[in-house]
Every structure is written in C-alpha cells, then in structure tokens.
C-alpha cells in the first residue's frame, strides 16, 4: 500500500522538518520517517473500518424502527444497507480484524461521529437510490460502497477534522490513503469470504528500503547536491527559490544520483508536482527547469550515468 508516491512526500515532509528544528539527529528522524510511514498504513485499515462501524450504527438505527413498525402494526423497514453483503464481508475480514484488534482506538469510541455520518448518509439522494433500486446483488452492495466513499466520505470535512485530532499525519496522508481504500473497494469479491487479502503495508522491502535509502542519501550528501546546484544554475537566481524548494531538489537529486533504475524524468515529474502541492504556486515551473538544467550538467560531466530525453520535462 505505501507507494513510492507516498514515500516521496514523507521524505520531503522529514526532510524540511530535520532542518527546522536543530536537532540534527539522523537516527531519530529516520525512525520517524518510518513510524509515519506506518501510520498511513495505520489510517488504511482504520478507514476500511469506518464502513463497517457506520454499517453497525446502521443497524442500531434498523432495531429502533423494526420496534416501532411492530408496535404500530406498520411494515418492518428495509434491512438492505444494514446487512448490504460487501460491508458484512468486510466487517468479517481476518486481516482488518487482526489489525484492528491491535489498535487502543475504534469506531466504537466516536458515538455521535458515527451517528451524524449515518444521518448524512441516509439522506443523501445516493442512499434512496440504492434502497429503492430493485437489483439486490453482491456487486451492487459493493458498488454503492464505492460511490458512497467517493460522495461522502472522501472530501468529509467533519472526518478530517476528526482525523487531524487522532494523529498529526493523518491530514496529509488522508488524500492519497482515499485511493487505496477505493481501490480495495473494488478488489473485494464475494467468493473470497473473510479470506478476502487487503493491501499489505509494503508492496516489497524494496519500497521500504528505497524510504531509509532516499532519506539518508538526502541528508548525508546535502554539501554536494547543494554544489551541483550552484555548478549548474549559474544562470539561475537562487533568491527566487523557497526554502522547501531547495529541500526538494536536493531529494530530488538524491533519488537521481542513488536509484539507477528509476529514469531522470520520472524522478524530475514527480518533485514538481509535490511542489506544487508543498511550495509557492511558481515552484513547479522553477523547479522543472532547475532539475532539468542540474540533470543535464551531471549526465555531461559524467557524474549521472543515466540516459536525459533531448526534450525538456514538462511542468
């Protein structure tokens, strides 16, 4: 699950941050670097999870109107989402309740989160759909799950205000988590039962290797990054750039200079759009140019021993 997307802005994030604050201690921002790391696979599982604590305060909501619907002799309500197949699958997986059962936090300690999530569910038009469609299947069930996600709990401003209160990373991770949980949504079949595989937290121990191995190469060649950058931004004007853009390019420069399989421009794409995302609203043009210009210098010099495309990176 933990990408190499999600690695590059880590490091940028430890990077910045072991130099704010002074301390210059290599080993304790590595072991950050990991722990955040984990906490990204820690939000994964924990969101897999909501689905299936709203599906439970669906439930609870379900026994208060069968109760009613048998006092008053009216017809027993729908039971489709409160027992919708995917997210029973789901609430039964082994390794989502393996995971879990680790953890000192669950759904069940936010009550009145849970029981205004439901409320928005249940009156979004998306839910009336659903429990008016006259498809009653397993890939239907999953399928509402996924768009349900996608409407109204990825961009859910009350989740990520709860979400940032739990844990510091979770606000910057929370965007690129989203992904894998739709993408584990859409994995999930019915045959697979409590088997059902969820994401590992590592694809390889090659990505997790690549995330101490970049960090460390950041850190311990910063001297002679920063000298390519002056060797060959001669016509550049160093004032212009941020301070986290320098940090970016000497990552990105790391990750040029010490993975020989992973191709200039990918490198050079990839840190222009975590500037994007990180700097000034100019850095992504600025920095493409920069990386591009330093690529070229370390190829010609012989000190990148990588092939350069003739033409330029587009920002």
Not at 28 to 54: Q, R
Not at 200 to 227: G, H, S, V, W
């Amino acid at each position: 699950m933990i990408n190499r997307e999600l690695i590059r802005i880590k490091v940028v994030q430890l990077t910045y941050a072991y130099y704010q604050n002074g301390s210059k201690n290599i080993e304790a921002a590595e072991k950050e670097l990991v722990f955040s790391l984990s906490k990204a696979y820690d939000l994964y599982n924990y969101l897999l999870a909501l689905i299936v604590g709203i599906t439970r305060e669906s439930r609870r909501h379900l026994e208060v109107a069968q109760s009613k619907a048998r006092r008053e002799g009216t017809p027993m309500p729908s039971q489709k989402f409160a027992y919708n197949r995917f997210a029973m699958q789901l609430e039964e997986n082994k390794m989502l309740n393996e995971f879990m059962e680790t953890q000192k936090k669950t759904w069940n300690d936010e009550p009145e989160f849970l029981r205004k999530l439901y409320t928005l569910i249940a009156e979004s038009q998306l839910y009336k759909d659903y429990m008016e469609d006259k498809e009653d299947s397993y890939d239907a069930d999953r399928e509402f799950w996924r768009k349900l996600y996608r409407t109204l709990i990825q961009n859910n401003a009350d989740l990520d205000a709860l979400l940032e209160e739990q844990s510091l990373y979770w606000n910057d991770d929370k965007e690129i988590v989203d992904t894998f949980v739709l993408k584990t949504i859409k994995r999930f079949e019915e045959k697979n039962q409590a088997r059902q595989e969820l994401l590992p937290e590592y694809d390889n121990e090659e990505d997790k290797e690549y995330a101490r191995k970049l960090f460390r190469a950041t850190i311990m060649n910063a001297d002679e990054y920063q000298r390519y950058m002056s060797e060959a931004s001669r016509n550049w004007d160093f004032s212009r750039l941020a301070y986290m853009d320098i940090v970016i390019m000497q990552i990105a420069l790391a990750e040029m200079l010490t993975f020989p399989s992973i191709p200039i421009s990918v490198t050079i794409n990839e840190y222009v759009e975590i500037s994007k995302l990180y700097s000034t609203p100019r850095s992504g043009s600025y920095i493409n140019g920069m990386l591009d210009s330093i690529a070229r210098h370390l190829v010609a010099t012989g000190r990148l021993l990588k092939h350069i495309d003739e033409k330029k990176q587009q920002g």
